[in-house]
């Protein structure tokens, strides 16, 4: 039997109805809080008072590494999804329930049994901040979900059991799933192991499936990259296409077969938003577009990471001059990115009217190209589609190249652009796009399962 993990905030039940599943699994059961207590000998209130959160989380990461891998029911601490190492053990080989209850109900559950306060607000607030706080982890923690608040611990228990027998679809929004799959290109053997999973006789009813949405989006590197990650970090996950002209049907089809989440592609990253419940405040609220969308617990939440996948590579460039070529889709996220490390920025497009809009949106200059000569910039971004294969020009001239200028093609299909290779030569600093799409990966793969993927490990596996 797979290792059953029950996460959630506290006062939801964990304990309680881990001790039920326990016995009618006849498994032990674990809860992580009670081995650190042993462990030490001192309780979690005094470990916190004397030694401080830090020194507990890392005799948490500790307890969490040492778990048995296999036939038992574990219940954790309510931070303990903050921290991606602890979710890299955690998820490993095992199923995840997430149990939620609504907030006066947790605060009825703690009056009766108290804990020590976790901050200095009186408890309505402290436990609608701190979950609002943790939300986001709790979601990337989740396998599976259910909401413990109008149910008795036994109710809950019998529930979580059906949820590991069956999983989340009928039979037939199965067969409905796989008629979509069949009449998109997917290729015959991504089809047939969707087949098996979705509908095979040898169903895994706990295998969850997710992807790319797009269309066309056959060309996305995405599904090797998670299914690769997948089997490294033995998540039971399978990760497909999305492919479709219609949206609709995509969010259909997606929230029918209970996916974990989609990332999204062209043309779709703004249609996507009329489907989500809430939105990234930070980035898909401003750029206005979702590439990311994590359902869980009935809701579905949208999140760019375009945008970071921009920022990260030049986060050593703060303050800086740049020059981005392009005013799409891609120039938008990339446009936010740079004004939040406090570049003075030029956008310059083929057609101006696109870059001024662009500019006054962020704050920016904009221009034609051929004002790039007097900007002479500390980097340049180019968020066209020049240099991307089969179109091999150089959206720049040789002597616009100079040795302290950084050169950032988001480009990477060729992976060394004409562009680059140019760069190169001059002596330039350059990065390519497939920097913006490891980090915009990782970035995914963190909302959708709280783990850290360090960035060589996703180079490796898209080489
Ligand atoms: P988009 O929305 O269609 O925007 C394309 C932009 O490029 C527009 O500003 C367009 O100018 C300009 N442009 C197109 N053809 C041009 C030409 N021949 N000469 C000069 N300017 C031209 O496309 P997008 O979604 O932003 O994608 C842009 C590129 O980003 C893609 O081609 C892809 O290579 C790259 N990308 C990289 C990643 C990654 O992870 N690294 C992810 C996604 C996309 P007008 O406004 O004048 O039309």
Same mark, same amino acid.
């Given at each position: 039997?797979?290792?059953?993990?029950?996460?959630?905030?506290?006062?939801?039940?964990?304990?309680?109805?881990?001790?039920?599943?326990?016995?009618?699994?006849?498994?032990?059961?674990?809860?992580?809080?009670?081995?650190?207590?042993?462990?030490?000998?001192?309780?979690?209130?005094?470990?916190?008072?004397?030694?401080?959160?830090?020194?507990?989380?890392?005799?948490?990461?500790?307890?969490?590494?040492?778990?048995?891998?296999?036939?038992?029911?574990?219940?954790?601490?309510?931070?303990?999804?903050?921290?991606?190492?602890?979710?890299?053990?955690?998820?490993?080989?095992?199923?995840?329930?997430?149990?939620?209850?609504?907030?006066?109900?947790?605060?009825?559950?703690?009056?009766?049994?108290?804990?020590?306060?976790?901050?200095?607000?009186?408890?309505?607030?402290?436990?609608?901040?701190?979950?609002?706080?943790?939300?986001?982890?709790?979601?990337?923690?989740?396998?599976?979900?259910?909401?413990?608040?109008?149910?008795?611990?036994?109710? @809950?228990?019998?529930?979580?059991?059906?949820?590991?027998?069956?999983?989340?679809?009928?039979?037939?929004?199965?067969?409905?799933?796989?008629?979509?799959?069949?009449?998109?290109?997917?290729?015959?053997?991504?089809?047939?192991?969707?087949?098996?999973?979705? /509908?095979?006789?040898?169903?895994?009813?706990?295998?969850?499936?997710?992807?790319?949405?797009?269309?066309?989006?056959?060309?996305?590197?995405?599904?090797?990259?998670?299914?690769?990650?997948?089997?490294?970090?033995?998540?039971?996950?399978?990760? +497909?296409?999305?492919?479709?002209?219609?949206?609709?049907?995509?969010?259909?089809?997606?929230?029918?077969?209970?996916?974990?989440?989609?990332?999204?592609?062209?043309?779709?990253?703004?249609?996507?938003?009329?489907?989500?419940?809430?939105?990234?405040?930070?980035?898909?609220?401003?750029?206005?577009?979702?590439?990311?969308?994590?359902?869980?617990?009935?809701?579905?939440?949208?999140?760019?990471?375009?945008?970071?996948?921009?920022?990260?590579?030049?986060?050593?460039?703060?303050?800086?001059?740049?020059?981005?070529?392009?005013?799409?889709?891609?120039?938008?996220?990339? @446009?936010?990115?740079?004004?939040?490390?406090?570049?003075? /920025?030029?956008?310059?497009?083929?057609?101006?009217?696109?870059?001024?809009?662009?500019?006054?949106?962020?704050?920016?200059?904009?221009?034609?190209?051929?004002?790039?000569?007097?900007?002479?910039?500390?980097? /340049?971004?180019?968020?066209?589609?020049?240099?991307?294969?089969?179109?091999?020009?150089?959206?720049?001239?040789?002597?616009?190249?100079?040795?302290?200028?950084?050169?950032?093609?988001?480009?990477?299909?060729?992976?060394? +652009?004409?562009?680059?290779?140019?760069?190169?030569?001059?002596?330039?600093?350059?990065?390519?796009?497939?920097?913006?799409?490891?980090?915009?990966?990782?970035?995914?793969?963190?909302?959708?399962? #709280?783990?850290?993927?360090?960035?060589?490990?996703?180079? #490796?596996?898209?080489?």
């Amino acid at each position: 039997m797979r290792r059953i993990v029950l996460t959630g905030f506290r006062g939801t039940g964990k304990t309680g109805i881990g001790k039920i599943l326990s016995s009618r699994l006849n498994v032990p059961f674990i809860d992580t809080d009670d081995l650190i207590e042993a462990g030490t000998g001192r309780s979690i209130p005094d470990i916190f008072h004397y030694d401080g959160e830090e020194r507990f989380r890392s005799i948490e990461r500790e307890v969490i590494a040492s778990l048995p891998a296999a036939d038992v029911i574990v219940s954790t601490g309510g931070g303990v999804v903050c921290d991606p190492k602890n979710m890299e053990y955690l998820r490993s080989k095992s199923t995840i329930v997430l149990l939620v209850a609504d907030i006066d109900t947790i605060e009825q559950r703690l009056i009766k049994k108290p804990r020590p306060p976790l901050t200095s607000l009186p408890l309505h607030e402290e436990i609608a901040a701190m979950m609002d706080r943790r939300r986001r982890n709790y979601y990337a923690s989740a396998d599976f979900c259910t909401d413990t608040s109008e149910t008795t611990p036994v109710q @809950a228990a019998e529930n979580i059991l059906v949820l590991l027998r069956n999983g989340v679809p009928t039979t037939s929004q199965r067969n409905t799933a796989m008629t979509f799959f069949r009449t998109g290109r997917l290729p015959e053997v991504p089809l047939r192991k969707l087949e098996d999973i979705l /509908v095979g006789t040898q169903r895994d009813p706990t295998t969850r499936i997710m992807g790319v949405a797009g269309y066309p989006c056959a060309h996305s590197m995405s599904p090797k990259l998670f299914n690769a990650l997948f089997d490294h970090y033995h998540l039971n996950y399978h990760y +497909t296409w999305f492919e479709d002209p219609e949206l609709d049907e995509i969010m259909n089809v997606a929230r029918s077969i209970d996916a974990k989440g989609l990332s999204v592609t062209i043309p779709f990253k703004q249609e996507v938003i009329q489907y989500l419940d809430e939105i990234d405040e930070h980035a898909a609220q401003q750029i206005g577009a979702v590439n990311t969308v994590v359902f869980s617990c009935g809701t579905a939440v949208g999140y760019n990471t375009d945008w970071l996948g921009v920022r990260k590579p030049l986060i050593s460039m703060k303050g800086a001059k740049a020059v981005l070529l392009g005013a799409g889709g891609v120039a938008t996220g990339a @446009a936010y990115a740079l004004k939040d490390l406090e570049m003075e /920025v030029t956008i310059l497009n083929r057609t101006p009217e696109k870059a001024k809009k662009l500019a006054e949106r962020f704050g920016c200059a904009w221009g034609t190209w051929d004002i790039f000569d007097q900007i002479r910039p500390d980097l /340049v971004v180019n968020a066209t589609p020049l240099g991307m294969q089969p179109d091999t020009r150089n959206p720049l001239r040789e002597d616009q190249l100079y040795k302290d200028l950084t050169v950032f093609d988001l480009v990477y299909t060729p992976p060394v +652009t004409p562009l680059i290779e140019a760069a190169r030569l001059k002596g330039c600093r350059t990065i390519s796009g497939t920097e913006m799409f490891i980090e915009q990966a990782r970035e995914q793969f963190y909302l959708f399962f #709280g783990i850290d993927v360090p960035a060589e490990k996703v180079r #490796g596996l898209i080489a």
